[in-house]
């Protein structure tokens, strides 16, 4: 059974996040769409909101989260004390934020992030363990 992750978007982030779910697919996930589901304008709490509440029922482990900068839902999502949500903007912002950070959600700017990059970003950041190590009692301050 493929491994189920959740990916939600506002308005801005809308065609990047329809770019994304194929990759997904591709990548072996069953995707868990939250929503938005067209580009009229919505607010992005909103789906921060979402995705938090599927985090916290357990239907998924990671998401991704896309808003025109990915700067707004990344600090919507990471109000909520069990979502550890990182803007990525490349390959080694999104390497570090699963090896030292042990990231949950992936956030990413429709605006500023290419799809190229965007599928880079969210194929690093699945793949990528966390470390543990010294980095576990870092994260375990976060809570």
């Not at 995705?51 to 990471?78: D, F, H, K, P, Q």
């Not at 909520?80 to 990525?88: D, M, N």
């Amino acid at each position: 059974m493929a491994e189920k992750i959740a990916i939600a978007s506002d308005h801005a982030g809308y065609d990047l996040k329809v770019q994304l779910k194929p990759e997904l697919e591709r990548l072996g996930f069953e995707v868990v769409d939250l929503g938005t589901d067209g580009p009229a304008s919505v607010d992005y709490p909103d789906f921060a909101l979402k995705m938090a509440e599927t985090l916290r029922a357990g239907t998924v482990a990671r998401g991704v989260l896309v808003c025109g900068s990915g700067i707004g839902i990344s600090m919507a999502a990471n109000r909520h004390k069990h979502v550890r949500a990182a803007l990525c903007h490349d390959h080694l912002t999104a390497k570090l934020s699963r090896q030292h950070n042990n990231a949950n959600v992936l956030c990413l700017g429709g605006r500023t992030t290419g799809p190229d990059v965007a599928k880079d970003c969210l194929r690093v950041f699945l793949e990528t363990e966390f470390e543990g190590g010294r980095h576990q009692n870092r994260v375990a301050k976060f809570c």
